[in-house]
């Protein structure tokens, strides 16, 4: 079919379509993000202790980063809801299929950010008689968050592209409303392109947000947000400067 001969003014036509559909993907990705996290978090944990903790973590995570997205969410959908006689909707098995993948890559990226604190803090901070959890949450988590934030992001992208294959269950994210319109359409070609470049956007609004977020845990932090809140502070300080060396003379 000649270019000239494709209708791209479908895209507008259907933009509410494809924008509520990239809705979905966005809420069943923020969602399995935040569980992928603590999951992730528990795995890195105990693939750091002894065993027989670190084999089970181990097992796990190697196992589910063999499995493709497309047959873990089959296996959920289909399998684990009739072996445990419970209906799962297709938001659910999207966010527990991406739970379950994306929380062993996620252990194996907060393992390798922790090991790389230096022993030498936390062994400095229990000298000083902080006990061993202030000694994780307050020096040896802040600094490995910032070391595993631009992995953390590039997971992310990865989480809101792996929901394209849940059209398999009938999500009605970006690809199940792509084919839907292309059913009643016959424009594949204009309406996939379109679905690509939704999915571009949000990988670039995705790695901006998490270089915002990187750039403001620095030390000192730095970016627009930081900017703004220092520039805040010090117009602030500012003024009870002011406002102190004004008070004298007022007084006189």
């Given at each position: ?73 089959i296996w959920v959908y289909f399998g684990v809801a009739l072996a445990i006689d419970v209906k799962f909707s297709v ?58 934030i631009p992995n953390v992001g590039n997971m992310f992208i990865g989480m809101v592209k792996d929901t394209s294959v ?87």
């Open positions: 079919m000649p270019l000239a001969n494709y209708d791209w003014g479908l895209i507008w036509d259907y933009r509410s379509d494809l924008l509520n559909g990239l809705l979905t993907a966005l809420e069943v990705a923020v969602v399995a993000l935040v569980l992928s996290l603590v999951c992730g978090m528990l795995l890195a944990l105990l693939r750091m202790r002894a065993a027989p903790f670190s084999w089970i973590a181990a097992i796990y995570i190697n196992v589910f980063r063999g499995i493709p997205a497309l047959v873990t969410v938001f659910q098995a999207g966010v527990i299929a991406l739970t379950l993948l994306y929380s062993a890559f996620l252990a194996e990226i907060f393992r390798s950010a922790l090991e790389a604190i230096p022993k030498g803090q936390q062994e400095a901070g229990l000298a000083l008689g902080m006990k061993p959890a202030r000694v994780f949450f307050s020096v040896t988590l802040p600094q490995a968050t910032k070391i595993a849940f059209t398999v269950i009938g999500l009605l994210e970006v690809v199940r409303v792509t084919q839907n319109v292309v059913a009643t359409t016959f424009q594949p070609f204009v309406l996939y392109t379109a679905a690509a470049a939704l999915y571009v956007a949000v990988a670039f609004a995705i790695d901006f947000l998490f270089r915002l977020i990187e750039r403001t845990m620095e030390a000192p932090p730095d970016g627009l947000l930081s900017r703004a809140v220092r520039g805040r502070r010090q117009r602030r300080i500012q003024a009870l400067i002011d406002a102190e060396t004004a008070s004298p003379s007022a007084s006189a």
